[in-house]
């Protein structure tokens, strides 16, 4: 099955056959990673992108736990 017929089926899947196919393919692209192999020139500029934002601000937002600890503390 060519690139171009698999693209052409997967509207054609279930929700949950495109969550399984995608946990799977992030799988497969973490192994290669993990085996040598290097991001590609779009992922090496997102992470250098969220590492310039982390460096300008290392502590941009609050904790889940506060905000629903707040979220609670709201509802009372």
């Known amino acids: 099955m060519s690139k171009a017929q698999i693209l052409e089926e ?43 934002d982390f460096e300008r601000d290392p502590s941009p937002g609050e904790p889940w736990r506060n905000i629903f600890r707040e979220i609670r503390a709201s509802r009372r």
């Open 10 to 52: 997967l509207p054609k899947l279930s929700v949950s056959d495109r969550s399984q196919l995608f946990a799977r393919l992030a799988e497969l692209q973490e192994a290669d990673l993990l085996a040598g192999g290097s991001p590609t020139p779009a992922e090496r500029q997102a992470l250098d992108e969220a590492l310039a």
